[in-house]
């Protein structure tokens, strides 16, 4: 009686999960991104940024992979060892679009026709940096239990 009692509790709790569990392509998917930039280099990180990956992410938010950019500055200085410079916030459309790889590429020609130089700005722009690092977010609903 135990194991039947057992079996039912188990395929109830199933059913329940994947009926009320929303389908991952439906779901946007957040990352922030953080920048440490080497001292007195911020302002040139910023302007390649904008100048280059921006460009490059506002058209794959044009064809709708991307729901939201959101790039901010720490007003305040903490310890170095937990310094960010630039916190850049991306909504895309699902977890899909989140990790391909071809995010941008296909935009990248149109946008620079001289793709040698486009190389050397992103490659500068790395240069400068002291940490760089991804963290993927979820919001919560605090009115659900």
Sequence with gaps: MKQILFIFCFFSFGLHYNSSAQNPKD???TIENYYKVKWGFAEEFLSLYK????QLLKKAQEKGDLIAIQIEKSRQHASEESRWDYR????FKNVQAAFDPNLTEPYKKALYPDL?????DEQRR?????AHW???VQSIDPDKP
């Design 27 to 29: 779901e946007t998917f």
């Design 51 to 54: 100048k280059n990956h921006y």
């Design 88 to 91: 850049v916030t991306l909504v």
């Design 116 to 120: 040698d130089k486009l190389k050397k």
């Design 126 to 130: 790395f240069e400068i940096l002291l």
């Design 134 to 136: 991804d963290v993927e």
